[in-house]
């Protein structure tokens, strides 16, 4: 049963206009505009950085001239970085109107240099989170599927992977990604495509504030990613208190479509919970949240996020000692914890100051 609430956000975020990004397309799309070549091999010489030169596609100019009729071919460009001491790159990326946005690049220093990417899915974010510095900046527009492959291709043929087995993507940069399913999906289509990057659905991870609508009609979509929950209170009050999308989709209503999302064998929620000083970091609120998991709080991933502090927000970290009691008594429970610090916390730039 779809949900019929209204809510703020049923109103689409502005569009950009113009022509459509030559990175959004399917080869079936490149087909049917008429490619005079092996659409499938165009889609390749597109999706796979690992070929390019000097930042660009080697398209050849037949196929160039075609693209150029009708599709923009630019990129989203890297403007600005911030090299945290663990790695991690902050990036801000200028779109072609001049709008920026945010990716961070996280490799692990481990064998197979594996990379995790956290993209972004709109310019600014309409959820209005009050710990969230992109949440103060209010909703600008949508990215399209092509500006958001776009992000990945273009940090991708700068800083790697070499290879997109090496790679993983979450959409938990700026914006609410379920606010702009529709470009959020056909980018994982393209993503997801074998001609191009290839890149598994169950290395995909959408993570979401708790718009009820969206997980509802994503549940549906093939290929389906996986699927994180921004938690961060265990009680009503205080979830609407810091985050307004509560006002509409309450606990209970968020818990009830995670029992509709089907879940697959071997399939995993994440459940993200940003630890809040004074605000929801008690022993109490620890067992609440278990309760609200229900079944969901063996099995699956929760990751504690201690508060990174910002400008824009009053919220501070709690204590060590708090942050591990808290930890303690979901483990008590046989939940599987990990306390995440945010990467590149030492560059200052929480998600969303970069790009403003
Ligand atoms: S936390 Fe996510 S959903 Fe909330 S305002 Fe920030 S970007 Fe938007």
Known sequence: MLSDVSSPWDAPAPEKVGRPSAFGLLPGELKARGCPNDANHLFSLL?????????????????????ESFADLSLPKMDESIESSDGTQKLALRLTDGRRIETVHM?????????TMC????????MGCTFCATGAMGILRNLTAGEIVGQILSVMSVLGPGTSSRLTLVFMGMGEPLHNLEHVHRAIQVLTHTSGLNIPARRITVSTSGLVSGIEKLAKLRPRPLLALSLNASTDEARSRTMPV???????????????????SNEKFTFEYVLLAGENDTDEDADRLVAWLGPLSRGHNLNLIPM???????????????????SDRLKGHGCFVTVRRSRGRDVNAACGQLAK
């Open 246 to 264: 509560n006002k509409v989709w309450n606990l209970a209503k968020l818990r009830a479509a995670l029992d509709t999302w089907g879940l697959r």
């Open 119 to 126: 993209i972004s899915s709109q310019v600014g974010c309409a």
């Open 47 to 67: 999706q796979r950085p690992w070929n390019w030169a000097d930042g660009t596609p080697k398209l050849g100019k037949d196929n160039r001239t075609f693209l």
């Open 308 to 326: 990174n502090e910002h400008a824009a927000s009053d919220f501070h970290e709690p204590s060590e000692a708090r942050i591990q009691a808290f």
């Open 107 to 115: 490799p692990r220093v481990v064998k197979n240099a594996r990379v």
